[in-house]
């Protein structure tokens, strides 16, 4: 399975030059936890946890902070072709809840831990020797 068949497309995306308020604000409109930030293709995102530890630290208000202050720009994406597999591997490895896909410079989607676990059971039923647990192993460990 491809990351093309559960990411999440449209992607939700503020600009650049967006205040900390609308980021919060389209992140409340589409339900999701982060965004992604554009300027003339993919620059960063942020996130619920970037949001909370800025206002935190900068003991400022949301609209006083600009997203270009708070946003990864160091991020780890990849292609809509890559195997859920491959990108769960490259999540663990590189430790990120949030995998952007893009197309070039441009953000296609994004792929979540939560995607992929509410379309895990998909994937178990697809192939049925396929298990969560161990054989002749109970849910409690015994």
């Known amino acids: 399975m491809e990351v093309r068949e559960i990411m999440s497309s449209p992607v939700v995306t503020v600009g650049v030059d967006a205040t900390l308020d609308e980021a919060v604000e389209t992140m409340l409109a589409h339900r999701v936890g982060s965004v992604l930030v554009v300027d003339d293709g993919l620059v960063g995102i942020v996130t619920e946890s970037d949001i909370l530890a800025?206002?935190?630290?900068?003991?400022?208000?949301?609209?006083?902070?600009?997203?270009?202050?708070?946003?990864?720009?160091?991020?780890?994406?990849?292609?809509?072709?890559?195997?859920v597999k491959a990108a769960i591997r490259t999540m663990e490895v590189e430790g990120v809840k949030r995998l952007p896909i893009r197309g070039g410079t441009k953000p296609l989607g994004i792929?979540?831990?939560?995607?992929?676990?509410?379309?895990?059971?998909?994937?178990?039923?697809?192939?049925?020797?396929?298990?969560?647990?161990?054989?002749?192993?109970?849910?409690d460990g015994r």
């Open 54 to 83: 800025a206002v935190f630290e900068a003991e400022a208000t949301l609209s006083e902070l600009a997203v270009a202050e708070v946003m990864s720009s160091e991020l780890v994406t990849t292609t809509s072709t890559t195997s």
């Open 111 to 139: 792929v979540t831990l939560t995607d992929i676990a509410w379309h895990l059971p998909d994937r178990l039923r697809e192939r049925p020797g396929l298990s969560t647990r161990r054989q002749g192993q109970r849910r």
